[in-house]
């Protein structure tokens, strides 16, 4: 994730596996790393999904859920239970296309099943001119990841156009449906996350799978052809705007395309600069997150970390970034500037460039398999890296992907 932005981003699976196969979790997750599955289910329909999800607790097996494997590390041992893959797609959109006198027009009113492609919709949102997600363009993974993590990228949040979150609860064994209150988004953060623990002393609870287990997800958009307000510099230096000002959505999303390629932080062979066989895609995108501090940890910093204002994540409009009040205690920086002033540098690998895993050569937050890579191998390097960044600075980088047998 670039800087200030966070941006869970990385390469599509190896293989795609059928319900008759077995695959590994290297064949399901863009670090392509993981060993073998106990059972494997595609979900083809809701009601499939939620008699495998229920079928596993039933029987005490563990369960993992797998979208599009952008956020995951799995051990090299595989995960001895049920992995669920929701293979869902489309879309039910009503729109209401009346315009007031302020030249407002009105919404779109969007459900997406779990499974759908984020970023294949977000091409549809442009397309059919539905506002707020255009600088989430890229972002590998499915529309149920989408809020669990609060995906946000370039000035956006998920959390901008949410309504609600239809969900099965596993602690009841009932549909329940969040609204956007009742979600408590925050920074890369939900209520759906957070219902994820796991117990250090073996007793996993709500692991690796949290509680609240995404049916359907409800979006309400505006409707227009300008994008969202422009809320990051990067992107409004290359759209040639001002921070705060709007752009043609469809130039805002080739831009982002961009950007993300420029920096590794697309699927294989997507965007512009797509090439087959990248392996500086090969990741689980950006590997830390951009920590947040209390006011006293930034003022320590070198006076030229990068540092930027918290907002709350829930947003008062529909129309773009989160607009939430400014919280003064906190700060946000940069883990890629940290990573970087720490000593790590573009393709940093523990063996240098014989590394199987390395620091990506176009952007340090992301950790690549080079080729061969094991889960060790990637944990090894990123447990250097957060031990680097924590003694030269005494921040401690958190990881953003899930991993699963595997601790830093």
């Known amino acids: 994730m670039p800087s200030a932005a966070t941006e869970p981003t ?3 699976p190896t293989a795609a596996v059928g319900a ?45 859920v797998v979208g599009g494997g952008s956020n995951l590390l799995v051990s090299d041992e595989g ?10 797609q489309g879309l039910d959109a009503d729109l209401a296309d009346s315009c007031g006198t302020d030249g407002a027009c009105g919404g779109a ?16 949102a442009v397309a059919n001119e539905w506002v707020g997600v255009e600088a989430l363009s890229g972002i590998p993974g499915t529309v149920g990841a989408a809020p669990v993590q609060n995906i946000g990228a370039y000035g956006q949040e998920v959390s901008g156009v949410v309504a609600s979150v239809r969900t099965w609860d596993r602690a009841t064994g009932q549909r329940k449906t969040l609204t956007l209150s009742e979600l408590e988004f925050g920074y890369r953060s939900s209520l759906l996350k957070r219902t994820m623990r796991a117990d250090p002393t073996g007793g996993d609870l709500w692991y690796p799978t949290p509680r609240y287990v995404v049916l359907q997800v409800d979006l309400q958009m505006r409707l227009g052809s300008l994008s969202a307000p422009i809320g990051y510099g990067e992107l409004a230096r290359r759209l040639g705007v001002e921070v705060g000002q709007r752009a043609p959505s469809a130039e805002v999303r080739e831009a982002v395309l961009e950007l993300r390629g420029g920096k590794g932080m697309l699927l294989d062979g997507v965007g512009p600069d797509a090439r087959s066989g990248d392996p500086d895609r090969w990741s689980a995108g950006s590997f830390f997150t951009n920590p947040v501090v209390p006011v006293e940890a930034a003022e320590v910093l070198p006076a030229d970390a990068p540092r930027f204002p918290v907002r709350s994540a829930t947003p008062t409009t529909t129309t773009g970034p989160a607009l939430g009040e400014v919280d003064p205690s906190l700060v946000k920086t940069s883990a890629a500037w940290l990573i970087e002033r720490a000593g790590f540098t573009r393709g940093f690998g523990l063996a240098g ?13 992301a950790v690549t398999n080079r080729g061969g890579a094991t889960a060790q191998d990637v944990v090894a390097l990123a447990r250097a890296v957060r031990d680097g960044v924590r003694d030269a600075f005494g921040i401690e980088l958190e990881p953003e992907p899930v991993l699963v047998g595997l601790t830093l």
């Open 10 to 12: 990385a390469t599509e």
């Open 20 to 64: 008759d196969a077995a695959p590994t979790l290297a064949d399901l997750t863009t670090l392509r790393v993981g060993g073998p599955v106990g059972r494997y289910v595609e979900a083809t329909t809701e009601a499939e999904l939620i008699d495998a999800v229920r079928g596993a607790d039933d029987a005490g097996a563990p369960l993992l």
């Open 79 to 88: 995960f001895d239970g049920v992995v669920v893959r929701d293979v869902r």
């Open 109 to 124: 009113s969007l459900s997406l099943p779990a499974g759908q492609d984020w970023d294949a919709f977000v091409a549809e």
């Open 353 to 365: 460039e014989h590394s199987p895993a390395r620091l990506s050569t176009r952007h340090t937050l």
